[in-house]
């Protein structure tokens, strides 16, 4: 379990990257949300994708990575943080496309997946784990086997049961209940934004 300075390392990257914001957003998910975390600006950071990535590696050592064959990005976001950490750990990359193919080989997969291989799943953020689970579904259908996928940012809002029900276990570097008490000993949020963030989580 990541410790306190390593959750307040990575609260001050998402305010140093500007990656959590306050206001009404609408989810990939569907959901209407009062904040809205954005990874995708991390890797404009080199500093600050370099702790993230960390922070990944962090999750995945030493037990999960020895019982897989491949790390496997969820797009878009996802796609950068697995290429990065597949090359930290020496491991064969793969991501899902959002669409199959309409030329070529017209795959949903792009890399090379053996039937029986072990794929864990990246993402950076998780919600209800829509976007996680349809990446395993295409994984499984090519024959790949998923037990278990990686998030940075797990936002509490049913992932982890939708993904148990679908036999993929969830592991997040955080939960979003801990980051916002965080920032709030931090004074970097207010006791309103951080009663937004935990009155999201409750529903």
């Known amino acids: 379990m990541p410790t306190a300075a390593s959750v307040d390392e990575f609260c001050n990257v998402l305010l140093r990257t500007g990656s959590l914001k306050f206001g009404t957003f609408k989810l990939a998910s569907g959901l209407l949300s009062p904040y809205y975390v954005d990874l995708r600006l991390i890797p404009s950071n080199p500093e600050a994708f370099q702790r993230t990535v960390a922070m990944y590696v962090d999750v995945l050592e030493p037990t999960l990575i020895k019982r897989a064959q491949r790390l496997a990005g969820v797009p878009t976001a996802g796609i950068a943080y697995a290429a990065v950490v597949a090359v930290q750990l020496s491991k064969p990359l793969l991501y899902v496309r959002r669409e199959q193919k309409e030329h070529g080989r017209e795959k949903r997969i792009e890399g090379l997946l053996q039937p029986g291989d072990r794929v864990i799943v990246l993402d950076d953020v998780v919600t209800t784990g829509k976007s996680l689970l349809e990446a395993a579904e295409v994984i499984r259908a090519e024959g790949g086997i998923v037990d278990d996928a990686v998030v940075l940012l797990d936002r509490q809002q049913g992932a982890v049961e939708n ?19 965080r920032l709030l000993k931090l004074g970097t949020i207010d006791e309103r934004q951080h009663n937004e963030i935990t009155a999201q989580i409750a529903e």
């Open 163 to 181: 993904m148990k029900k679908n036999g993929v276990k969830l592991h997040s570097f955080a939960t979003m209940r801990r980051i916002a008490e």
